[in-house]
């Protein structure tokens, strides 16, 4: 335990640094890496809020097929931390349409993120995407994509994670859709083996190390966080 505490605290010493040289990127870099070894939500809450501060600066994701996967797979293979929410939010571009290079390119997406490193905020972003499923990116052929994506939830979620493992009702969600009653047994099922490996890995997790002088160098982080805000925008 007190080599997790010394090696986050190490982590954090890191952004720090970084915050106080103007370099947020690299700031986000080690906190996340301090968060991998911590898994601390205070942590968590402090990546969210840069995240959400940087994420407005990283080129937006569009365009036809081609263009916009080659461009995206590029940006996910950098696996570069601040890119993570343009890429989850825009996986599914281009899937109002059928087709065999559709699927086949929305797959290589899912599995590019199914291989990102441990990362608190991959779980929340994937579920954005559970509670507004569309038509043609639901169908037959695209559930190789989404039982990736519930992979992804049961290997990274968290406590609010499985919170909405447990709530979610697909019979809602698809009950207007023509063949509603496939998608509601198919999503449903993979929710609920998601949810049971989820409770299983945290009721596992280690005791988390003690967090008091973490708490302390996070919460300085945090405040130099929002006096760059301010003066900064």
Request: proline share 5%; no cysteine.
């Amino acid at each position: 335990m007190a080599k997790i505490a010394e090696q986050a605290s190490a982590l954090l010493a890191q952004a720090s640094a970084a915050l106080a040289d103007g370099d947020e990127d690299v700031a986000l870099e080690a906190l996340v890496a301090a968060w991998r070894v911590a898994r601390h939500d205070a942590i968590a809450a402090v990546i969210a809020r840069l995240s959400a501060r940087l994420e407005p600066h990283v080129a937006p994701l569009g365009g036809r097929l081609p263009e916009f996967h080659a461009a995206w797979m590029a940006m996910g293979r950098s696996g570069r931390a601040v890119y993570l929410p343009r890429l989850v939010g825009s996986v599914l571009h281009s899937t109002h349409r059928f087709g065999t290079a559709v699927v086949e390119a929305l797959l290589a997406r899912g599995e590019l993120l199914s291989a990102w490193p441990a990362d608190p905020r991959l779980a929340a972003l994937v579920v954005e995407h559970l509670r507004r499923p569309g038509y043609e990116s639901t169908s037959r052929s695209t559930l190789p994509f989404w039982r990736v994506l519930f992979a992804i939830l049961g290997a990274h979620g968290d406590a609010q994670t499985l919170a909405f493992l447990q709530d979610v009702r697909f019979a809602r969600t698809f009950r207007s859709f023509s063949d509603g009653k496939r998608r509601i047994a198919w999503f449903q099922q993979h929710a609920d083996e998601a949810r049971a490996e989820l409770a299983s890995r945290l009721g596992a997790r280690a005791p988390a190390p003690a967090r008091s002088a973490l708490d302390a160098t996070v919460a300085k982080i945090d405040k130099a966080l929002g006096a760059r805000a301010k003066s900064a925008p």
